[in-house]
């Protein structure tokens, strides 16, 4: 656990001094899709923590560091918690609500999930299913063992889990309602 945190560590520190030397990071237009080895960042079938796959939140964590593999240029990494919060200022500032209820553009009150970008008005400025369809994990910790999620659920309302709304799990719990977003920075 030690060399697990003291990379978290320093891949943390590594992404804040990209952020501020290029002005930014680039977010994944959809939640994870592929495998955990070979994930993908596209429409499609959603790779979910419960999935034989992934397993738990420590697997989609090791999917989006291998959305991009063996670049010494660019990085990718699953999306922290304060990189959420940028984007949801963000989208904010273009006009859609994020802190009070993103039920417009998002997947919220059905029976089931979508594939990620199958619905086009479930995106905000072209990134698909930030609010409601599954809960995005991220990098953000509750604890040592609970990590944050965010974006809301298909199955709750936008006005109970708006995009910006957090919750947290256990980080070894298969759940079916959490998938990943990852995130990319230069090195």
């Not at 994944?28 to 499609?44: I, N």
């Not at 959305?67 to 990085?75: A, G, L, M, S």
């Not at 910790?141 to 990590?147: C, G, M, N, V």
Request: aromatic fraction near 14%; glycine fraction near 10%; proline fraction near 1%.
């Amino acid at each position: 656990t030690k060399s697990m945190a003291d990379s978290m560590v320093a891949e943390y520190k590594a992404m804040s001094v990209s952020v501020k030397k290029y002005h930014g990071f680039w977010i994944g237009r959809y939640e994870l899709t592929g495998t955990v080895d070979t994930p993908t960042v596209k429409a499609g079938d959603v790779l979910t923590a419960s999935s034989s796959e992934a397993g738990n939140w420590y697997g989609l964590y090791k999917a989006c560091q291998n959305v991009i593999k063996n670049n010494t240029d660019v990085k990718s990494t699953m999306i922290y918690g304060c990189q959420w919060d940028e984007t949801m200022s963000w989208l904010n500032k273009c006009g859609y609500n994020t802190d009070t209820d993103s039920s417009s553009w998002g997947n919220y009150g059905s029976s089931s999930s979508i594939n990620t970008g199958s619905v086009s008005t479930y995106k905000a400025n072209e990134i698909f299913d930030l609010a409601g369809n599954y809960y995005d994990w991220t990098q953000e910790a509750y604890s040592t063992d609970i990590r944050v999620s965010r974006g809301g659920i298909y199955s709750h309302s936008g006005s109970s889990y708006p995009a910006a709304d957090r919750n947290s799990y256990y980080a070894s719990g298969n759940y079916g309602y959490g998938s990943a977003r990852a995130t990319l920075y230069i090195l």
